[in-house]
């Protein structure tokens, strides 16, 4: 055989080996990308910075609500006015404690803002720990709790700020924000206050079961 005839078989050769090795190498990449597709870690950290986001947004809405239920707290607990004209006998004046609803109000508020203030270390465990299940589940029932004392003392104090605003025909009740203007108005900013911090609970709660949900 001369070197004419074998030079092309070489050449035959060589490319097909550099066909199976290029074959190879796609076969290979392609069977990493299935693995890492494929891998529990790969997920388990896509999960865990959802997670993560989801309780950092739970922390911000939680200074929100500490921050409304505060508001309505101290404003509740501060309304009072005294009319500048007064009798021999009578002095005419408002306060909150005046009424039973409003002091349950400023309590109740009191309540659900110390427990927001408490509640704030264990969204920080959930943001540092997003895979862990038993602080979201605290906070979760806590949380449902809180929103039912938080609703009962907005919706009773609603009540009465309508009737302050309006009175009742039929009750003979009269109605004195005409006379005790200041004193309306902060009751009615401490119950719209509260009625924010109802908003951003049924938020934080509906947050904590997916997060749940997807654990």
Same mark, same amino acid.
């Given at each position: ?13 060589? $490319? ?8 190879? #190498?796609?076969? $290979? ?10 891998? =529990?870690?790969?997920? #388990? ?17 939680? &200074? ?15 309304? $009072? ?6 009798? *021999?006998?009578? *002095?005419?004046?408002?306060? /909150?404690?005046?009424? =039973? ?13 110390? /427990? ?13 720990? =997003? ?8 906070? &979760? ?65 509906? &947050? ?8």
């Amino acid at each position: 055989m001369n070197r004419s005839d074998s030079a092309p078989m070489i050449s035959t050769h060589a $490319e097909s080996s550099s066909s199976r090795r290029k074959a190879a #190498h796609k076969d $290979e990449a392609y069977h990493v990308m299935r693995v890492l597709a494929a891998d =529990p870690k790969h997920d #388990h950290n896509k999960g865990a910075g959802w997670k993560k986001g989801v309780a950092v947004l739970d922390f911000i809405l939680r &200074l929100g609500a500490t921050a409304a239920a505060l508001g309505a707290t101290v404003t509740m607990a501060s309304s $009072e006015q005294t009319l500048p004209f007064f009798t *021999q006998f009578f *002095q005419f004046s408002a306060g /909150y404690d005046d009424m =039973p609803t409003f002091t349950f109000f400023v309590i109740a508020m009191a309540i659900v803002s110390g /427990y927001l203030v408490l509640s704030l270390p264990f969204s920080i465990v959930s943001i540092v720990r =997003p895979k862990l299940v038993a602080p979201r589940l605290l906070l &979760l029932i806590f949380d449902t709790v809180a929103l039912t004392l938080n609703t009962s003392a907005a919706a009773a104090a609603a009540a009465i700020v309508y009737l302050a605003h309006n009175g009742s025909s039929d009750a003979n009740w009269l109605a004195i924000c005409q006379q005790f203007t200041d004193f309306c108005q902060q009751t009615s900013g401490s119950v719209v206050s509260a009625f924010v911090a109802v908003v951003m609970f049924t938020v934080l709660i509906l &947050l904590s079961a997916v997060a749940l949900r997807k654990a």
